[in-house]
């Protein structure tokens, strides 16, 4: 076996600390690691066995959101969330199209960041997953019964969703936040106004989706905020609990060329919000209902199965220089990235990309710093706190560019650092680094299952790297990135594996899978089918023509269509074929594809109706044919559609086996 180390691991250090690269160098481990039986031993998961925990990591740039079993490290699934996925026709069929509606007309594709489980009492709980999207703002609810995407909501006055979609430690809000401040006029709409007037004009926005007890989300208030960009968030927990923390950069609110204009203060912020006050505010009428059209969808196979939309055209917007309390800064350096709230809710901990240590700020000493209003001054109404009275303490020699920092809830903490390709560990009490761990190469996220709960599993750690170059065999230019797990259990960390992710996995959670495998729907009841072009019987199969629009009521068993034959289509018809799989068996899915479709297949699982739509634009006969090797016979699973001339006479004629 070939083993190649690539060696510029500081190739990617900006300007700005290329000068004290040589102050702190690299860690002193050539990383020259090969993982060894021992390390085998633990990420075996023998065939026919099941792994421990569930590992949900965002697709990145691919919209979707992968499901992997950890530790073995293998892609089970993939949901797709704000991507079409022609794997199983979501986005494209009649019943899950409406889920990519958008305030700006249906937007096929999503940049997905980051993935949160829901909580109760601070533990993740397994019914549903969030996740937000960056590009046009949005965050997903996915339930964990099906895996299936239930519902996206919009985020308005927003631009790049990117601190979102984290929980509060009872699922009562999902954070979304707007990455890049934008022109804001009294009336909250898009101006039409100069880059350069932007200290002027543009702001920022905190936006706290309420959550019901069924997951339906929306809207419940946004905040005003000066206009940084926002970057992460996470949620206050057990002391903290009520108040959530928004890292912020470009406190110099530059415009332009960012990489130094908005790395020249020594400290920006991190927003620290009172979202309980925030609410009883909302609650109490205050802040103003502002213009903030958005878009909701959501799909339910009780109530038909077809996702629905709706617009909705105000958002309630509370403005810190009105209402007290609700916000405070505190000062953090140096261009934070993450933030990260350790199990105990005591410590907040940031990531500074440009920053020499990692701050720990004080929970308790940040509300003394607010009882007895030890500012250091203002910002657009918000009290900015002393630096000195609110810290904890700082990391020293934290790796090159700490990022992300996750917690094992032994008292330890984990912090990647991008630049100098590393994880470090360190003691949270006393701030002092333990023991770190090479990756390859530079990790943005890490994961531990339950590591941003109050109930951590500190068994492994996944190290989500941006750069893989010599981890796997070469594809061309193009590499997928790269996801190494961590044995976290004992004193020492110990690299077990390195398994390739697709798309750029930003964040991921982690769940131990008992949780989650109780709750599995294995097919969907007939007697439960509330579709509207149903039919839950091959008696039930039929044609109707409403002018040029013919809908085809069909059905799929093992291993026939019916019908299979059908005539009197013609050219110019738009014809929707409503596929119910009659199947009553656990991963008996039958696909429908037919020649000349424009959109994509549909893969129909057992007990449900999904609709494809095809407009035949010749005469012709056309093959359709099921493309889930469902059975001995699947090859034989198919049919034809005659197409005839517009103007042509023929009746419909359908059926099976006559
Ligand atoms: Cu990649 Cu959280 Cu979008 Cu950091 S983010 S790395
Ligand atoms: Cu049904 Cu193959």
Not at 71 to 94: C, D, K, L, M, W
Not at 115 to 123: D, H, V, Y
Not at 238 to 262: K, M, R, V
Request: with cysteine; aromatic share 10%; net charge negative.
């Amino acid at each position: 076996m070939k083993k190649r180390m690539y060696s510029h691991r500081l190739w990617m250090l900006p300007a700005v600390v290329l000068l004290s690269v040589t102050l702190f160098g690299c860690n002193g481990s050539n990383g020259n690691f090969s993982a060894n039986s021992d390390a085998a031993q633990k990420v075996y998961v023998a065939p026919g066995e099941l792994d421990e925990f569930y590992g949900f990591m965002s697709g990145g740039y691919n919209g979707q959101l992968g499901v992997y079993g950890i530790p073995s490290g293998r892609h089970i699934f993939t949901v797709p969330v704000f991507s079409q996925a022609a794997v199983n026709g979501y986005g494209y069929s009649e019943e899950s199209k409406a889920m990519l509606n958008t305030s700006h007309g249906f937007v096929p594709w999503g940049d997905a960041h980051h993935p949160e489980l829901s909580q109760t009492n601070g533990e993740t709980d397994g019914r549903w997953i969030f996740i937000n999207e960056n590009n046009t703002p949005r965050v997903a609810r996915i339930g964990l019964d099906e895996f299936k995407t239930q519902e996206i909501i919009e985020i308005p006055n927003s631009a790049g969703n990117h601190a979102s979609a984290f929980v509060t430690p009872n699922t009562e809000y999902v954070s979304a936040a707007t990455r890049f401040s934008i022109p804001m006029d009294e009336n909250m709409q898009g101006m039409d106004v100069p880059i350069d007037s932007y200290k002027d004009t543009f702001k920022g926005t905190l936006s706290f989706i309420k959550v019901s007890e069924e997951g339906k989300m929306n809207i419940d208030f946004q905040i005003l905020m000066p206009g940084f960009d926002y970057d992460l968030s996470h949620a206050g927990k057990g002391p903290s609990d009520g108040w959530a923390f928004f890292t912020s950069y470009n406190s110099e609110q530059a415009h332009t060329l960012l990489e130094i204009n908005a790395s020249k203060n020594d400290k920006d912020f991190i927003a620290a919000i009172n979202w309980r006050k925030a609410a009883e505010y909302a609650r109490a009428g205050e802040g103003t209902m502002m213009p903030g059209k958005h878009v909701r969808n959501y799909i339910d196979h009780e109530e038909g199965g077809i996702a629905k939309s709706e617009t909705i055209d105000e958002v309630r917007v509370l403005d810190p220089r009105e209402l007290d309390g609700i916000v405070y800064f505190l000062p953090t350096p140096k261009s934070p990235h993450g933030v990260d709230v350790d199990p105990t809710g005591q410590y907040i901990i940031a990531g500074g990309k440009l920053s020499t240590v990692i701050p720990v700020h004080s929970f308790e000493k940040m509300i003394n710093a607010i009882d007895s209003e030890d500012y250091e001054g203002e910002v657009m109404g918000i009290p900015v706190l002393k630096y000195d009275s609110i810290l904890h303490g700082e990391v020293e020699d934290p790796g090159l560019g700490p990022l992300h920092t996750e917690f094992d809830g032994k008292g330890f903490a984990y912090t990647t650092a991008f630049i100098s390709s590393e994880v470090v560990k360190w003691d949270i009490e006393n701030t002092q680094v333990v023991d770190r761990i090479d990756t390859y190469y530079s990790p943005g996220h890490l994961m531990i299952p339950g590591g941003d709960s109050q109930k951590p599993d500190g068994k492994y750690l996944v190290a989500l790297n941006k750069i893989t170059k010599d981890r796997y065999l070469p594809t061309g230019p193009e590499m997928f990135h790269s996801a190494q797990l961590i044995d976290i259990s004992g004193d020492k960390m110990q690299l077990l594996l390195d398994f390739p992710t697709e798309g750029e996995p930003h964040y991921a959670q982690g769940i131990a899978a008992e949780k989650v495998m109780d709750r599995q729907k294995r097919f969907y009841k007939l007697e439960d089918n509330t579709h509207p072009y149903r039919a839950t019987s091959e008696a039930q199969t039929k044609i109707e023509r409403d002018g040029n629009e013919v809908h085809v009521y069909m059905t799929t068993i093992r291993s026939h269509f019916a019908p299979d034959n059908i005539e009197g289509i013609k050219v110019g018809d738009k014809v929707y074929f409503h596929v119910t799989n009659l199947e009553q068996d656990w991963d008996v899915p039958h696909g429908f594809a037919i020649k000349g479709a424009n959109n994509a297949e549909l893969l129909i699982m057992p007990g449900e109706t999904l609709t494809l739509t095809w407009e035949p634009k010749e005469v012709g006969v056309f093959p359709f044919y099921c493309t889930d090797f469902c059975s001995a016979l699947h090859q034989e699973m198919q049919g034809y559609v005659r197409v005839s001339p517009e103007n042509s006479d023929i009746d419909f004629s359908y059926g099976t086996g006559q």
